[in-house]
Each structure stands twice: as structure tokens, then as C-alpha cells.
């Protein structure tokens, strides 16, 4: 069986989420094919054909452009599988892929099972496992949830590309810059997140004196700023920010996929929950199964002894 990569390509750049598409296709056990628009020294470093489109001639995105791309590579390689991060540029692209395919879609995997695909579901609280009814599928892949450990390496065998495309109506003008962040949490070492567990907004300050005390920042699960007790600027996972941190404090936080994926890359997690089964305690170094709203006032005033 045959995996063909789209990987992605920003600002000259090949975005480091491509690799999670090689680790995703290694942890299946397929055969690898590459495509990308970009530039040749912006290559993927691994042990497989790369179907190269020039960024500078078919611009960085168009949406009917490269799909006619990845068609075209997809005619090439007959693949199983037609992989796409699950990002702004997957959701755009791997339906229109998929439609022209006739294909099923898979969206957001996060894990596999005995090579089925495990997506969430009821908004992140449980999750199922599902499979194509189609010979071919096309698939996208949830940030985080297939990281690439170690050195990229390999040497790929790059063939350019370069389909008949007719003028597109969409023209690529460039980026605009997001908002700019209160806090930028990815550069935080330190990281005490406060989920919905803490109650209420109220309770929120003695998260942020505990972060204070261990002189990091406030983070937040979805449910604690959906709510309106921290502003958006602060909120991990897949709908906000991406962290790695030294030390990770999850307080009252369950561990919905979408949180887990914003944050499993820190380097030590301590997770404060009630509840000595709820999923954070799977990714966490450490768990303390306490109310987590007399645990934390507690902790800060030991630290600040």
C-alpha cells in the first residue's frame, strides 16, 4: 500500500508539520510518495520520490492550481492514501481532492488503531474508529498527534511537476499577519493551564498566582475561554496555541484530544484532577488526584515560602 504526502510550504519555507505526515505514513507501514509546491531547497529529507511544483510559477497557494497538482501526482503514483495535514491548508484542499477523486474523507486522525483510523467525537469527549468504504482515501491528520522524533534524514528523489493548468480566477497575494498576542505561550517555559474544572471565574486567580509563583504564564483549555473567563490569547490546543514547555501544569483540565495536541509536547506534564481516570493522566508525568481548587492555593503558598 502507498501513502502520497502533500506537505506544506509557507513563506519559503517547508513547514515543520510535514514531517508528522512521514511519521503518520511510517506508523501505517505504507509506501511513501511526496508532493509539494515550494522550492528545491525546501525539500523534504526523506528516502522518497518528491513530486516538486515551482511556488514561485504556480504561487504559494491557489486552491484550483493545486489540487490539479495533487491529481496529477496522485495519477503518478496511485496511492492508497492522499495525506494532508489538518490545517487551513488541508481543510481547503483535501475536499476538493477527494471530490475529484470520488474518495472518502477521514478528518483530524489522531491515532490508529490495528491500521483503522481513530478520529474524536461529541466534541471531543470520546473517540471512534472508522474506516473507508472507497479504494482510495483521502485523510488529514491532527497537529501533534503523529510527532517526528529525532533528525530528518534521507535522500529524496525529486521529480518537478508541472500539469497543464488553465488561469485560475483566485489570485495568491500574500499573508496578513494574525493579531497580535497579549502572550505568546510557545515561547513560555513555564505553563499553568486553568480547564473547566476550577468552576468558575473566580477561581481562575489562584491558577494565575500558581503560574506566577513559578514564574510562567496562563494557559487555558477551550471550555474555560469559550466561557469567557480568559481571553482567547491564552488558550491551548488545536483552536489556539501549540506549546512545549519545560513544565506543563494542567489544572482541572480532562484532556480532550484537541487540548492534548496543543500540549504533549512538554517536556514534563503535572496534571491536579479529581479524577484519577480522566484522560490527561495518560500524557502526564504526574498525577495529583485532589480538588484541584484546595490543592493549588496550597501548592502556591508553599512556593512562596
Given at each position: 500500500?502507498?501513502?502520497?504526502?502533500?506537505?506544506?510550504?509557507?513563506?519559503?519555507?517547508?513547514?515543520?508539520?510535514?514531517?508528522?505526515?512521514?511519521?503518520?505514513?511510517?506508523?501505517?507501514g505504507?509506501?511513501?510518495?511526496?508532493?509539494?509546491?515550494?522550492?528545491?531547497?525546501?525539500?523534504?529529507?526523506a528516502?522518497?520520490?518528491?513530486?516538486?511544483?515551482?511556488?514561485?510559477?504556480?504561487?504559494?497557494?491557489?486552491?484550483?492550481?493545486?489540487?490539479?497538482?495533487?491529481?496529477?501526482a496522485?495519477?503518478?503514483?496511485?496511492?492508497?492514501?492522499?495525506?494532508?495535514?489538518?490545517s487551513?491548508?488541508?481543510?481547503d484542499?483535501a475536499?476538493?481532492?477527494?471530490?475529484?477523486?470520488?474518495?472518502?474523507?477521514?478528518?483530524?486522525?489522531?491515532?490508529?488503531?490495528?491500521?483503522?483510523?481513530?478520529?474524536?467525537c461529541?466534541?471531543?469527549?470520546?473517540?471512534r474508529?472508522?474506516?473507508?468504504?472507497?479504494?482510495?482515501?483521502?485523510?488529514t491528520?491532527?497537529?501533534?498527534?503523529?510527532s517526528?522524533?529525532?533528525e530528518p534524514?534521507?535522500?529524496p528523489?525529486v521529480?518537478?511537476?508541472?500539469?497543464?493548468?488553465?488561469?485560475?480566477?483566485?489570485?495568491?497575494?500574500?499573508?496578513?499577519?494574525?493579531?497580535?498576542?497579549d502572550?505568546?505561550?510557545?515561547?513560555?517555559a513555564?505553563?499553568?493551564?486553568a480547564?473547566?474544572g476550577?468552576?468558575?471565574?473566580?477561581?481562575?486567580?489562584?491558577?494565575?498566582?500558581?503560574?506566577?509563583?513559578?514564574?510562567?504564564?496562563?494557559?487555558?483549555?477551550?471550555?474555560?475561554?469559550?466561557?469567557?473567563?480568559?481571553?482567547?490569547?491564552?488558550?491551548?490546543?488545536?483552536?489556539?496555541?501549540?506549546?512545549?514547555?519545560?513544565?506543563?501544569?494542567?489544572c482541572?483540565?480532562?484532556?480532550?484530544?484537541?487540548?492534548?495536541?496543543?500540549?504533549?509536547?512538554?517536556?514534563?506534564?503535572?496534571?491536579i484532577?479529581k479524577?484519577?481516570d480522566?484522560?490527561?493522566?495518560?500524557?502526564?508525568?504526574?498525577?495529583?488526584?485532589?480538588?484541584?481548587?484546595?490543592f493549588?492555593?496550597?501548592?502556591?503558598a508553599?512556593?512562596?515560602?
Amino acid at each position: 500500500m502507498k501513502a502520497l504526502l502533500v506537505c506544506e510550504y509557507r513563506e519559503g519555507k517547508l513547514l515543520e508539520g510535514s514531517y508528522e505526515l512521514i511519521s503518520f505514513a511510517d506508523r501505517l507501514g505504507v509506501e511513501k510518495a511526496i508532493v509539494l509546491v515550494g522550492s528545491e531547497n525546501a525539500v523534504p529529507k526523506a528516502d522518497a520520490r518528491v513530486y516538486l511544483a515551482n511556488a514561485a510559477a504556480w504561487a504559494e497557494y491557489n486552491p484550483e492550481i493545486h489540487r490539479k497538482i495533487v491529481l496529477e501526482a496522485v495519477q503518478r503514483e496511485s496511492p492508497d492514501y492522499i495525506v494532508f495535514l489538518h490545517s487551513s491548508y488541508g481543510w481547503d484542499l483535501a475536499p476538493r481532492v477527494a471530490a475529484a477523486l470520488k474518495a472518502a474523507q477521514i478528518s483530524e486522525v489522531a491515532s490508529l488503531q490495528d491500521g483503522k483510523f481513530e478520529v474524536s467525537c461529541c466534541n471531543g469527549k470520546m473517540r471512534r474508529t472508522v474506516t473507508s468504504a472507497t479504494e482510495r482515501t483521502v485523510v488529514t491528520i491532527q497537529a501533534g498527534a503523529f510527532s517526528f522524533s529525532g533528525e530528518p534524514r534521507g535522500v529524496p528523489r525529486v521529480e518537478m511537476i508541472a500539469p497543464p493548468v488553465a488561469a485560475s480566477a483566485v489570485e495568491f497575494i500574500g499573508y496578513e499577519a494574525a493579531e497580535k498576542k497579549d502572550v505568546d505561550l510557545a515561547k513560555a517555559a513555564v505553563i499553568v493551564s486553568a480547564g473547566r474544572g476550577v468552576g468558575k471565574k473566580e477561581n481562575v486567580a489562584a491558577i494565575d498566582a500558581l503560574a506566577k509563583a513559578l514564574q510562567g504564564e496562563l494557559g487555558a483549555s477551550r471550555p474555560v475561554v469559550d466561557a469567557g473567563w480568559v481571553p482567547h490569547s491564552h488558550q491551548v490546543g488545536t483552536t489556539g496555541q501549540t506549546v512545549s514547555p519545560k513544565l506543563y501544569v494542567a489544572c482541572g483540565i480532562s484532556g480532550a484530544i484537541q487540548h492534548l495536541a496543543g500540549m504533549k509536547k512538554s517536556e514534563f506534564i503535572v496534571a491536579i484532577n479529581k479524577d484519577k481516570d480522566a484522560p490527561i493522566g495518560e500524557v502526564a508525568d504526574v498525577l495529583v488526584v485532589a480538588d484541584v481548587n484546595q490543592f493549588v492555593p496550597a501548592l502556591t503558598a508553599k512556593l512562596r515560602k
